[in-house]
């Protein structure tokens, strides 16, 4: 299954990533490990990421495009994939349906999670996430980690990220409003979008969203 994940700030989109990911023996790719795992590589394109980072500016869709096509192309993602943070944008949504159809592929879905935008800020400030995998995903009250400020999984320490801040939701939110919201539309032009709602436990949301994927789009 090829899936893209979209939804706002604080949706717990990594944390339904993972699980989706895990149930459907896929690998979650999300635009922020790939980047990381780009630069630490010291890959061509993540020296070219890193040289727009270390001057204060984006990332070009192109680079993030060719980082995530390197990525799918692995032999791990033949079976299919689960993108988080990718694709950010029309552009970018345009670009991702181009280099699948050159490989005669295509998206299976597009799980849009919903959640109202008081509910986003009331969970982001309590996020933490693992210095050694992104995935890892905790919140100080809602997935509380056994001892507080280590991961469960790794042991690695939680941090809160910087755009966590509370001060910072606002404008993110703005942001995915005008940015990322209209790919929902691009992709329901294609009869793709799987809507559910992101309140509740994480397993009954994993529980929605895998029954809605294995409803093959009749959640829409
Ligand atoms: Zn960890």
Redesign the pocket.
Known sequence: MRIVLVGPPGAGKGTQAAFLAKNLSIPHISTGDLFRANISKQTELGKLAKSYMDAGNLVPDEVTIAMAKDRMEQSDAVNGFLLDGFPRNVSQAEALDEMLKAESMKLDAVLDLEVPEDEVVKRIAGRRI?R??SA?VFHVTYQAPKAEGV?D????ELYQRDDDSEETVRKRLEVYHTQTEPIIDYYKAQGLVVTISALGKVEDVTGKAMAALKGDGEGE
Do not use: E, L, V, Y
Request: charged share 10%.
């Open positions: 693992c050694n995998d890892h991961c999984t790794c042991g690695g």
